[in-house]
T-cell receptor, first 114, second 111 residues
Framework: EAQVTQNPRYLITVTGKKLTVTCSQNMNHEYMSWYRQDPGLGLRQIYYSMNVEVTDKGDVPEGYKVSRKEKRNFPLILESPSPNQTSLYFC?????????????FGPGTRLTVL | ELKVEQNPLFLSMQEGKNYTIYCNYSTTSDRLYWYRQDPGKSLESLFVLLSNGAVKQEGRLMASLDTKARLSTLHITAAVHDLSATYFCAFEPGSNYQLIWGAGTKLIIKP
């Protein structure tokens, strides 16, 4: 089944404890992206990647890191989480073929930083 | 500036009524996407519109695209409670460019 997976789905952690949220897609998509969603603020892009080893900042990159060592994986790293990073996080991927760049979303990761 | 404006941002309506959600985008594009999100869930692709005049329908939802007006509409016919969700539109400003997202329209349909 074609899909985007994220792990964990739920995470409660404490301020300053490094964490990684994994994202993997099995559709051979070039493009991957991380978003966060907060009530009333819609989707805000954190980082995106057009291809392996190519990453770029989105609208709200502060406090986050990403890497794209393989095409299928795009982990999101919070080196020192803070309470303002409590949010619902989505990973998405897209074929970026030039004709149709529909994004496919993972199930989401709900993060709480205490 | 690349941006998308959705109107309204919040809509409460009765079952059986018709209504339209509007999506205006800032630059020329013939690619527009509609997504649905249920509370606490992920985003699900609803419609992909890839040309001027494109119209797609599924059940009580119909989406259209007018590239000259830079406008897409999502029309709801005879609304039912199951359509309660947040609806997002996103457009593609050009080739090799990622999607630009609207803020979402939260739709509540009351029995």
């Amino acid at each position: 089944e074609a899909q985007v997976t994220q792990n964990p789905r739920y995470l409660i952690t404490v301020t300053g404890k490094k964490l990684t949220v994994t994202c993997s897609q099995n559709m051979n998509h070039e493009y991957m992206s991380w978003y966060r969603q907060d009530p009333g603020l819609g989707l805000r892009q954190i980082y995106y990647s057009m291809n392996v080893e190519v990453t770029d900042k989105g609208d709200v990159p502060e406090g986050y890191k990403v890497s794209r060592k393989e095409k299928r994986n795009f982990p999101l790293i919070l080196e020192s989480p803070s309470p303002n990073q409590t949010s619902l996080y989505f990973c998405a991927s897209s074929p970026f073929t030039g004709t149709r760049n529909e994004q496919f979303f993972g199930p989401g990761t709900r993060l709480t930083v205490l | 500036e690349l941006k998308v404006e959705q109107n309204p941002l919040f809509l409460s309506m009765q079952e059986g009524k018709n209504y339209t959600i509007y999506c205006n985008y800032s630059t020329t594009s013939d690619r527009l996407y509609w997504y649905r999100q249920d509370p606490g869930k992920s985003l699900e692709s609803l419609f992909v519109l890839l040309s001027n005049g494109a119209v797609k329908q599924e059940g009580r939802l119909m989406a259209s695209l007018d590239t000259k007006a830079r406008l897409s509409t999502l029309h709801i016919t005879a609304a039912v409670h199951d359509l309660s969700a947040t609806y997002f539109c996103a457009f593609e400003p050009g080739s090799n460019y990622q999607l630009i997202w609207g803020a979402g329209t939260k739709l509540i349909i009351k029995p």
